[in-house]
């Protein structure tokens, strides 16, 4: 789900405990179980800010949603080496590790970097911290539905089904939560004999979007890239969180 947060929830028939410190884990009914890896550092709020950081001007009027996402699809994959990582909330980082000084980082940018080419970057950002928090469950990912207010853009889901290298299907229900609670009233009322049968009737797929394989296989090159990058900022990003909580001298009276 890309709301404010990024949600890679993973529903399994048994407990899982790895990694351990990170995420959560919740008992579903009929014996399965959610794991939840949330990225709370960003999703859809990483792309608003980059969007009024860098684009006020340039996306403007009416159809603005509509030229964010036509320039953004204009743009270079991975922005001629623009990476983004999504950390841009001050809670940092909760998966797949977790590290409250975790912070944003761009790293790339030159002349040549456009408002919708740090969009596009954001959004990879997001999608290679999907494959960050999904490689990091010891468990097989079958079939990926995607949802919230950043899975309307077309541009994003194709991104996310790329980096990851499978299908995406969107539910024609944007308001999954809302729907979750309508399958449990179905179900506890006698409309439906079981939760299944109620997913069955009542979940509709409204599209699926098909990985292209030339992006999966430039995603998949660069990926280890973003993942260095990102391993070797802990460090830095503990001194930045030192430095930022030392006391600032007193100015010396006049």
Known sequence: MI???FMNNLTVDAPLFQPEGVGFLFLMPGGRWQRLMSNTGGGSLCLDWIVEAFGAKAFTGDDRFEKVEREARAAPPLGNGLFI?????TSGMTAPRHDPHARGS???????TSPA???????EGVAFSMVDCYG???APVDEILITGGGARSRLWREICAAAMNRPLASPEAEETGALGVALLAACASGAYPSLEDAARAMVRIAET???D???SERYRAAYPLFRDLGADLPSLQAARGLARSRPQSMKASS
């Open 3 to 5: 709301g404010t947060s």
């Open 85 to 89: 990582h999504p950390y841009f909330n």
């Open 106 to 112: 761009i790293f790339g940018l030159d002349v040549n």
């Open 117 to 123: 080419t740090l969009v596009r970057a954001v959004m």
């Open 136 to 138: 990091a469950l010891d």
């Open 209 to 211: 979007v098909q990985p």
């Open 213 to 215: 394989p030339c992006l």
